[in-house]
Nanobody
Framework: VQLQASGGGLVQAGVSLTLSCAASGRTFSSYDMGWFRQAPGKEREFVATIRSGGTTYYANSVKGRFTISRDNAKNTVYLHMNSLKPEDTAVYYC??????????????????WGQGTQVTVSS
C-alpha cells in the first residue's frame, strides 16, 4: 500500500482544514487507517484512526474538533480539522494497517506510512 497525504497549509487559528490521504491498491476498504502528527522537537503522536468497519478513535487533544472519515470508492481517508489551534501545528502523517487489532494508537501498530503534510496554525 502506498499513501500520499495532502491538504496541509498555513492557516489562522480557529479555521478549518481538511487533509486527504490517497491510497494505492484494490483492497483499501480492508485496511484500518490512521493519522499521526509530529510537532517540532516532539515525538510522533496519535491523532485519529478509522477501522475498515468504520469505528473511529481520537486523541483526547482533538476529540470534538477533528473528524476522520473514509471514502472507499476513492481509496481516500480524510481528516477534517475544525477550530484549529497553534498547538495543532505539526507534520501530519497518514498510516495504514491490515487489521490493527486491539491497539491503534502506537506507531508500531501500522506498517504503511505516507510522506507527511505540514500544517501550520498561526495565532
Amino acid at each position: 500500500v502506498q499513501l500520499q497525504a495532502s491538504g496541509g497549509g498555513l492557516v489562522q487559528a480557529g479555521v478549518s482544514l481538511t487533509l486527504s490521504c490517497a491510497a494505492s491498491g484494490r483492497t483499501f476498504s480492508s485496511y484500518d487507517m490512521g493519522w499521526f502528527r509530529q510537532a517540532p522537537g516532539k515525538e510522533r503522536e496519535f491523532v485519529a484512526t478509522i477501522r475498515s468497519g468504520g469505528t473511529t478513535y481520537y486523541a483526547n487533544s482533538v476529540k470534538g474538533r477533528f473528524t476522520i472519515s473514509r471514502d472507499n470508492a476513492k481509496n481516500t481517508v480524510y481528516l477534517h480539522m475544525n477550530s484549529l489551534k497553534p498547538e495543532d501545528t505539526a507534520v501530519y502523517y497518514c498510516a495504514a494497517e491490515f487489521s490493527i487489532g486491539s491497539s491503534w494508537y502506537h506507531e508500531s501498530d501500522y506498517t504503511y506510512w505516507g510522506q507527511g503534510t505540514q500544517v501550520t496554525v498561526s495565532s
